[in-house]
């Protein structure tokens, strides 16, 4: 059966960006940038911080809201029962196309839960799938360390076999998932989440080249309508965090740490224009963006502040000792100081499980709040 799987997707394998019917699409005023932030309090329309947590902190702080939109295709939280997730080493498991595929044993299919994650334990897909669900949620995460959206806008910089976020899309979901009678998925029991463009700006933010990262999001839009087109309805976007504040980052100039930051706010904005075009063009889509951006600087800030965060010690650096994993959750190594848990970072590019944990204790707020507008 997989050698089917295997024929059917090579066969599969490359779509042709036949068309130029979705770009061009970019909110106006989206490039080029100094235009851009004339306005921000009240562009993009969907803005991101809506969990009670957060709203009271963002009122405080004076951020904009964000609306979030709902449409017919959303029956709630507790009636999505698959995710297909999309995304680099934040997201990935490690799952395999050809091993098991998700099942009441492990609705992640494989490796053993909680697969091989970059976090120290269970990353957020983990979380959200087995910790914050409210129904059995079968899950699909085809996140690939390493990745970025497309190689042709900026290269994972790791090898021909990282997957991006165009191979996810057309060499996996489309061939593999997209009509496959035995994976029930439907526009209203789906949630398709995507966290892309950490890699991508980690390794083009030296350059300074606004074009790169404008033809990012146009990649990033192109990848979404095909998803949109094979059926996806329910949307969670998360943008980039400040990984500008990551110990790879901090090891260099404060030039070059501000230089990161104000990429990733360029590529956040955008992303907020390209959840703002969709929705506009396409009424029936559920569209929620949500600001992990600003939730990992709250936490980076103070992490004290949260509950699933205050054991957090050392957010600034991360111990040699953990940085490839460990062995359990509180594993300690009397060179490191402290144990795993108490480091906020990994390695030079990752957090560890208690963020993740936070973040999807507080995507699932965001996405099941009652105050939808
Ligand atoms: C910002 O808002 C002002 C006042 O509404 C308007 O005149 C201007 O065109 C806007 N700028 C952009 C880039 O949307
Ligand atoms: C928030 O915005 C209001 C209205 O623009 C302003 O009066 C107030 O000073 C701002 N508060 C902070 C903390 O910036
Ligand atoms: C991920 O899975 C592949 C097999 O699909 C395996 O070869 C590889 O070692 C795994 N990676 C990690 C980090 O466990
Ligand atoms: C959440 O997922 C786990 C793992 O699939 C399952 O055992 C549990 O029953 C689910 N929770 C709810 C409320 O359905
Ligand atoms: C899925 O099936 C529909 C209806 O037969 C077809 O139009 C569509 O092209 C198929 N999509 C893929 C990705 O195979
Ligand atoms: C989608 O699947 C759910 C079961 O998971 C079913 O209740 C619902 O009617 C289906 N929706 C459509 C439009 O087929
Ligand atoms: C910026 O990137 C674009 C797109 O890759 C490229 O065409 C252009 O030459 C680059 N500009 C500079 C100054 O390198
Ligand atoms: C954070 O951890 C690093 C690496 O172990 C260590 O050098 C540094 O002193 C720690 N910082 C704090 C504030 O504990």
Redesign the pocket.
């Known amino acids: 059966m997989y050698f089917i799987l295997l024929l059917v997707m090579t066969f599969l394998a490359r779509f042709s960006k036949a068309s130029d019917q979705y770009l061009n699409n970019l909110q106006p005023g989206c490039f080029p940038v100094p235009s851009l932030f004339e306005n921000f309090s009240t562009a993009p329309e969907y803005w991101p911080h809506e969990t009670p947590l957060l709203q009271t902190l963002a009122k405080s702080a004076n951020i904009s809201h964000l609306v979030k939109r709902v449409s017919g295709s959303w029956n709630g939280w507790q009636n999505v029962h698959n995710i297909f997730a999309f995304g680099d080493s934040y997201t990935s498991t490690n799952f395999t196309l050809y091993g098991p595929q998700p099942n009441p044993s492990n609705p992640l299919g494989n490796p053993k839960y909680p697969g091989a994650t970059s976090a120290a334990g269970p990353n957020y897909i983990d979380f959200l799938t087995t910790t914050y669900n409210q129904s059995y949620i079968q899950t699909y995460n085809l996140g690939y360390g390493g990745a970025t959206i497309d190689d042709a806008v900026v290269q994972s910089g790791f090898g021909d076999t990282i997957q991006s976020f165009q191979d996810q899309v057309y060499n996996e979901f489309l061939p593999v998932y997209a009509n496959n009678s035995q994976v029930p998925w439907n526009a209203s029991n789906s949630l398709f989440i995507v966290f892309f463009g950490i890699n991508d700006v980690t390794n083009s933010y030296a350059e300074g080249n606004d074009t790169i990262n404008y033809d990012l999001i146009e990649a990033y839009q192109w990848l979404v309508n095909i998803l949109y087109d094979a059926g996806a309805r329910n949307f969670l976007f998360l943008n980039v965090p400040p990984v500008d504040r990551s110990p790879g980052t901090l090891e260099t100039s404060s030039s070059s740490q501000a230089a990161e930051a104000a990429y990733i706010a360029t590529f956040n904005f955008r992303l907020g224009a390209l959840v703002y075009n969709l929705g506009t063009r396409n009424p029936d889509t559920t569209l929620f963006l949500f600001d992990t951006n600003w939730l990992f600087t709250r936490v980076l800030d103070d992490p004290q502040q949260f509950v699933e965060t205050a054991g957090y ?2 957010t ?4 040699p000792a953990y940085a490839h994993g460990t062995t359990t959750l509180t594993y300690f190594d009397p060179t ?3 144990p795993i848990n108490a ?1 906020f970072w990994l390695n030079t590019l990752h957090p560890t499980y208690p963020m993740h944990n936070f973040l999807g204790s507080q995507i699932t707020q965001f996405i099941t709040s009652e105050d939808i507008i």
């Open positions: 010690l050392n600034t650096s991360y111990c490191c100081g402290v480091y």
